[in-house]
């Protein structure tokens, strides 16, 4: 068995294979993926990497949420496990790397672990988080939410879409809820590999991230309610336009943003005007401001200032404005020895690395509550996620499983 060094790397051909074999189901119309959570692509999905991860020599285990834990045994029965991984779900346009990369390397750190003979104390779980994205279902990270104790399950199980399926409905649809309690398992540390979804590493040229923290969010939901009438007939100064309303927020919540720099970030990725007629005023505005930050003071007062400006301009207009929080975790300070192994595992590896935020929400924000918890990033290009034109390199994707390997393999205590 090698030391851990240099020569101790993953099979980069395998695990760009795998994700490009992963990238067939649920395909996109231009070139990504649209496996949203809990729709037959996701159980599709779902099935091969059960195949992959029992081929393996891994068992499964499913809870009550829909969340895949495939083990690896450690060589002592009693210590816990170390948890790796990320999800397979989708954005409707989303790319082929975004949680995939994190659930295959995962993967591809036990496919190379038993390539070496190499033993473990601890055993390693690969998982499969469901409903990471919370674009099907809000909110985002909605399993690791309850396994952390963020949400009850019965609120996860009433979770609709906008078509008014549940969370609860459709996860017994597919056939993938399992019988294991929610949080009922107990973590020794946990690991997650994402792409970084910004362009901050491709710009440095650096390989690997070490994250040391993740920004902490808020989703505002606002209804606004004005008066269905005719765009042509109705005079200007007679109209309760919720979509004008909708218009005077959405530049206040950049006023807001901007008024807080450096590292706060704002907007709106999501409307519906009803009825969504072209000559028909809306009487109903729905959509989200995004907020985000690593500093829990500027999140703070970042809500409540948009909260107060929001219904400002409603009363103005004359327009209805109801507000209600549909997603939200604090800024996440990752565990420190185990960001120490991820900065050790990458210049042992002489892979260059510069520490970096995490911009976007992740399972681990949610892990760190309930164990010892951090991240590895690898670039994308331009920057590019959320979007079918996302992309890396093999050799990225590669870079960062080699410095996941060591950091687990660390971790989980290799035995002789």
């Given at each position: 068995m090698p030391a851990a060094g240099e020569n101790l790397k993953i099979n980069g051909e395998r695990l760009w294979d795998s994700l490009m074999e992963m990238a067939k189901i649920g395909p996109g119309v231009a070139g990504g993926n649209n496996r949203q959570t809990l729709t037959d692509e996701d159980a599709e999905g779902r099935k091969l990497f059960q195949e992959w991860c029992e081929a393996a020599g891994c068992t499964m285990g499913v809870d009550q949420m829909g969340t895949m834990f495939m083990t690896r045994p450690g060589t002592d029965p009693e210590?816990?496990?170390?948890?790796?991984?990320?999800?397979?779900?989708?954005?409707?346009?989303?790319?082929?790397?975004?949680?995939?990369?994190?659930?295959?390397?995962?993967?591809?750190?036990?496919?190379?672990?038993?390539?070496?003979?190499?033993?473990?104390?601890?055993?390693?779980?690969?998982?499969?988080?469901?409903?990471?994205?919370?674009?099907?279902?809000?909110p985002a990270m909605l399993a690791s939410g309850v396994f952390a104790g963020v949400h009850s399950l019965d609120y996860a199980y009433n979770r609709t879409d906008l078509e008014g399926a549940s969370y609860g409905a459709e996860l017994q649809r597919i056939g993938w809820k399992g019988e294991e309690e929610v949080g009922a398992r107990k973590m020794h540390a946990y690991f997650e590999y994402h792409i970084e979804q910004g362009p901050i590493l491709e710009a440095e040229e650096k390989s690997i991230g070490v994250v040391t923290h993740c920004q902490g969010l808020w989703w505002l939901e606002f209804t606004l309610t004005g008066k269905e009438a005719h765009t042509g007939s109705t005079p200007m100064a007679m109209r309760v336009?919720?979509?004008?309303?909708?218009?005077?927020?959405?530049?206040?919540?950049?006023?807001?943003?901007?008024?807080?720099?450096?590292?706060?970030?704002?907007?709106?990725?999501?409307?519906?005007f009803s009825p969504n007629s072209r000559n028909v005023l809306p009487g109903k505005v729905v959509f989200t401001v995004d907020i985000r930050t690593p500093d829990q003071a500027k999140l703070d007062r970042m809500r409540a200032e948009i909260e107060k400006r929001a219904a400002a301009i409603c009363d103005e207009l004359g327009v209805g404005c109801s507000v209600e929080a549909v997603g939200h975790f604090d800024p996440v300070t990752f565990a420190p020895e185990l960001?120490?192994?991820?900065?050790?595992?990458?210049?042992?590896?002489?892979?260059?690395?510069?520490?970096?935020?995490?911009?976007?929400?992740?399972?681990a924000c949610w892990a760190a509550k309930v164990a010892p918890a951090t991240m590895i990033m690898c670039p994308c290009v331009g920057g590019l996620s959320h979007n079918e034109a996302e992309e890396i390199s093999p050799e990225w994707a590669a870079a960062g499983a080699d410095v996941l390997l060591h950091a687990v393999v660390e971790t989980a205590e290799i035995v002789e």
């Open positions: 210590a816990l496990p170390v948890y790796v991984g990320s999800h397979l779900d989708t954005q409707p346009t989303g790319g082929k790397y975004d949680g995939v990369l994190g659930v295959l390397a995962a993967l591809e750190v036990v496919r190379t672990m038993n390539d070496l003979d190499i033993k473990t104390k601890h055993p390693i779980v690969v998982t499969n988080w469901a409903n990471e994205e919370g674009a099907r279902f809000a336009n919720a979509g004008l309303a909708m218009s005077r927020i959405l530049e206040m919540v950049q006023e807001v943003t901007m008024g807080e720099q450096p590292n706060a970030v704002g907007g709106v990725g999501q409307m519906q960001v120490e192994k991820v900065r050790s595992a990458a210049e042992t590896l002489g892979y260059s690395h510069m520490d970096i935020i995490s911009g976007a929400g992740h399972d």
